[in-house]
């Protein structure tokens, strides 16, 4: 394995973009090995899932999706059991050079809400991209308050 | 029943596991862990909050020779807003990718595991990638077991990490 020393030389973090969607579901749901698994290609698709587990068994899952197809997961759920469905809710996620490989990022992304009030209903870093899963009518207020922290493309900045 | 196709599966380095349960909110603990481990030079390689109804959960992947001082940095997960943390010193990521943020591989994934009798402790979706957290020991097995059920192209690069960056803050003929 390589090992690189990287240094950054930025005002503010650059980012190759905000993306917000709205009207997104957030939905809470066990998976439930022992069910059957009646799996049909290609299958719904999600916005983003989360899991953690605490005791090692639990296995349950937060996804975010769009409605339609939250009602194909709700008529052909195979192994998953969904016990809540909260919406809408937005979500706002980015990209941005080497995260994941720099530390400060997700505390900047975090620390640009908390200064707005804005509190998360959920969260994932991965990769080198960050999700914030917020209350309908905050992802655009987290977007605002990101770019202060955060730099745009220039084609980003000329759309607002 | 045929393989699903994908196009990879790559591990991460070794790391160190923090995770933080029985928080009312992810605020004020979250923006303050962050800040105490960026304070620290210490990167977060994988993140994931989750919870409902005043009970959330973080789990927060960094360096496995750094996470004995992260967890020390952030207090143990005492503070405000945060309750007593754990600390698994040596998990690792294992990332499916292009997924195309289908449930059919989310499912697959579980599944594949599951049958291994694998335990793994967070998972996380990004824009065309699964990553999974699992002990470190457990990743070759987790790699043959996801190998039962998804077919990886000929000529896949190796499982490996090939890189490991470190961030400073000066250049090496400054130091």
């Known amino acids: 394995m390589v090992e690189t020393i990287a240094v950054y030389w930025e005002d503010r973090i650059k980012t190759y973009g905000f993306e917000l969607a709205t009207g997104l579901a957030l939905v809470q749901a066990r998976w439930a090995a022992g069910r059957e698994d009646r799996r049909e290609a290609p299958g719904p698709t999600y916005g983003l899932v989360l899991a953690q587990s605490f005791d090692g068994a639990t296995l349950e899952l937060t996804l975010v999706m769009e409605a339609q197809a939250v009602s194909d997961l709700e008529k052909r759920p195979g192994r998953l059991e969904l016990y809540e469905v909260t919406a809408p809710v937005d979500m706002v996620h980015f990209q941005g050079p080497h995260f994941g490989d720099r530390y400060g990022i997700a505390a900047a992304a975090f620390a640009a809400l908390a200064e707005d009030g804005l509190p998360l209903l959920a969260a994932g870093c991965a990769g080198s991209s960050i999700y914030l899963v917020l209350s309908e009518g905050r992802g655009e207020k987290a977007r605002k308050a990101l770019d202060q922290s955060f730099q745009v493309p220039r084609a980003q900045e000329s759309e607002k | ?175």
């Open chain 2, 1 to 175: 029943m045929d393989k699903v196709r994908i196009g990879g599966i790559k591990k991460s380095y070794e790391l160190g596991l923090l995770k933080f349960g029985g928080l009312r909110a992810p605020a004020p603990f979250l923006p303050g862990i962050c800040r105490k481990l960026a304070e620290g030079r210490i990167n977060i390689a994988f993140l994931v909050v989750t919870g409902r109804k005043e009970e959330y959960q973080v789990s927060c992947c960094v360096a496995a020779e750094e996470a004995g001082r992260a967890f020390d940095l952030v207090g143990h997960g005492r503070g405000p807003g945060g309750t007593e943390g754990r600390l698994r010193p040596s998990v690792g990521l294992l990332s499916l990718y292009p997924t195309r943020a289908n449930l059919n591989v989310l499912d697959l994934s579980l599944a594949a595991l599951h049958r291994s009798a694998l335990t793994w402790h967070a998972l996380a979706s990004s824009l065309s990638t699964l990553t999974f957290v699992l002990d470190y020991r457990d990743l070759e097995a987790a790699i043959e077991a996801l190998t039962g059920v998804f077919e990886l192209p000929s000529g896949h690069a190796p499982f490996e990490p090939e890189m490991k960056v470190f961030q400073s803050t000066a250049l090496k003929n400054e130091e």
